[in-house]
């Protein structure tokens, strides 16, 4: 499976914009697909000394707003200051002309003069972990006399360089990973002077990658998991031929060498696929028909991520229709002639998606000779700003199943488990109908651990239901449950981290509490850590019906919104 994660490197400049440049195909004219997102992010920051705060070259004397500094006894400057200064550059210290920085010490007057002892430097600096990763700080430095660089604190590994080096020439490249924090980071060097002038030149950038969708799906054909291309008659097993002409289906398509007529490779890296395997040759007369191409994906969890992105373009011999999942409309088709240029770009239609599995069909008609599909396209995610995770029994993933009616009776939830009961142990429960006396709940079904349609008998005892779900306190915080709940008879619930650690949710002793819901149980700060969790509803059955109705949520809010 091919989960194309799209990390693009931002330049030095505060926005970075990335966009697919046409291509040429065979001397055909530059098509305006395949498509590629548009990623803008500014990920990198400019930490040089002796700039101003829209990044120009301050003057002599000229207070740096930036850079604070905290002086020796007798400097005057114990206190701390609003900001270093700029100095003049014909001191004896490196020439800083050209390099996008500037010299900084003590001296309002930008003299360089200042108490012997140990200055020190600080800028603040802020990085967003959730538009960039992969921080790294590039650093050229000169100093009058010694430095020693803090980062967030940490001593940063950087050799002390003796007077007159120090200052009459440009020290470096140092590079640095670390260690950076989400927010606010400072950089910290301490100058000792031991004598004379005394100043500090800072050349360094704080460069990091732009993140991608937080969750993508790469379509293309011929095409391995690192995007490169698949050897010419090789299996490709994202792809699967799951139905054509004769015998012999389901098997994966294979990469094919392109007919001369075909759209040629350019600078894509995916190819050309096949029914037939034609050894990396050119491929030759296939069975006329329809072949029904399949590529299917999982993960697709539509309780945490938006669609953002969903588009493909393509070409075909000959006609193509392309339909998503069980749909039965088509939301892109191509012509007999169709395998001569790539087609325009088409949008897979949110709705069109499920949560959980999907699948993308393309059904390639060949009307006679060589037969072949070539696609190229992405479906991307993000995390949602809100999310609300379904608990209720009777539901499937963020939908809720049709009431409780003997249409839908017998049908398994998904979700909720049977632990333990009476007779029966470690099975599904079921979608039942709702006895006269019954409670109703939104968004809910009463469930029953017998699958007869219609049918809800149980056994008298205890009866444990169980429902995982899992929390990721690494994109989400403020998590809370709520939920409302009846029950024939008594409930109690619980919820179980991964570490087995328990916590009492509520309950009720009622013997009719099947009547009317109960609650709602809330809790706003469960989660601890991230992992896996279980509500466990223990429901004692007294009688001969038995069945739980569950109507509710966990909810959370995206640490990135």
């Not at 207070?63 to 114990?78: A, D, H, K, M, Q």
């Not at 100058?191 to 005394?198: D, E, K």
């Not at 939920?483 to 013997?511: K, R």
């Amino acid at each position: 499976m091919k989960h194309s994660i799209l990390n693009i490197i931002c330049c030095i400049a505060s926005l970075v914009i990335l966009a697919a440049s046409a291509f040429a195909q065979g001397g055909m004219p530059a098509p305006t697909v395949p498509p590629f997102p548009m990623t803008i992010c500014p990920c990198s920051i400019d930490l040089s000394t002796g700039l101003d705060s829209n990044i120009i070259p301050i003057g002599q004397g000229i207070p740096e707003s930036r850079w604070t500094i905290v002086g020796p006894p007798g400097s005057g400057l114990t206190g701390g200051m609003p900001s270093a200064w700029g100095q003049a550059t014909t001191l004896g210290w490196m020439n800083p002309a050209g390099l996008g920085a500037g010299w900084i010490g003590p001296d309002p007057f930008g003299f360089g003069n200042g108490a012997v002892g140990v200055y020190s430097y600080s800028i603040v600096f802020r990085l967003d972990f959730c538009k960039c990763s992969d921080f790294v700080l590039n650093l050229y430095f000169a100093a009058d006399n010694t430095a020693t660089f803090l980062l967030n604190g940490k001593q940063l590994n950087v050799p002390a360089i003796a007077s007159p080096t120090s200052f009459n020439s440009l020290n470096g490249p140092f590079t640095f990973t670390g260690p950076f924090v989400s927010g606010n980071n400072t950089l910290t060097v301490q100058v000792n002077n031991i004598g004379g002038a005394t100043g500090l030149f800072i050349n360094a950038t704080v460069d990091g990658a732009c993140k991608g969708p937080d969750l993508a799906f790469n379509l293309a054909t011929g095409e391995n998991s690192n995007n490169t291309p698949i050897a010419y008659g090789a299996a490709d097993t994202d792809w699967i031929l799951s139905n054509g002409p004769g015998a012999g289906y389901p098997h994966p398509a294979y990469a094919a060498t392109p007919v001369p007529a075909w759209v040629a490779g350019g600078q894509l890296s995916n190819r050309w696929i096949t029914p037939s395997n034609w050894g990396g040759g050119i491929p030759s007369t296939e069975s006329n028909g329809d072949y029904t191409y399949a590529y299917a994906f999982t993960g697709l969890d539509l309780e945490l991520y938006d669609i953002t992105y969903a588009s493909i373009a393509f070409a075909s011999d000959n006609e193509v229709s392309f339909y998503m999942n069980d749909n039965t409309a088509a939301f892109a088709t191509g012509g007999p002639n169709a395998f001569g240029a790539w087609s325009t770009s088409f949008t897979i239609p949110p709705a069109d998606f499920q949560h959980g599995p999907n699948v993308l069909r393309a059904v390639v008609h060949n009307s006679g000779g060589p037969s072949g599909l070539r696609v190229r396209g992405f479906v991307d995610a993000n995390y949602k700003k809100h999310i609300s995770i379904n608990v209720g029994t009777g539901t499937l993933g963020p939908d809720v199943m049709p009431t409780g009616t003997s249409s839908v009776a017998g049908q398994a939830d998904p979700d909720w488990k049977l632990l333990v009961g009476p007779y029966y142990s470690a099975q599904p429960v079921y979608c039942t109908k709702k006895l006269s006396g019954w409670t109703s709940a939104p968004g809910a079904v009463w469930m029953s651990p017998d699958g007869q349609l219609n049918n809800i008998t149980g056994y008298a005892g205890n009866y444990v239901y169980e429902l995982q779900f899992k929390v990721d306190l690494e994109h989400f915080q403020n998590y809370a449950i709520s939920f409302s709940y009846a029950a024939d008879n008594y409930v109690s619930f619980s919820l179980y981290d991964s570490s087995g650690g328990i916590t009492f949710l509520g309950g009720t002793n009622t013997i009719t509490s099947f009547s009317s819901l109960s609650g709602p149980i809330g809790s706003l700060a469960p989660f601890p850590k991230s992992g896996t969790y279980l509500i466990r509803a223990t429901v004692y059955n007294k009688d001969f019906w038995t069945a739980l109705l569950v109507s509710g949520s966990v909810t959370a809010d995206n640490i990135c919104q």
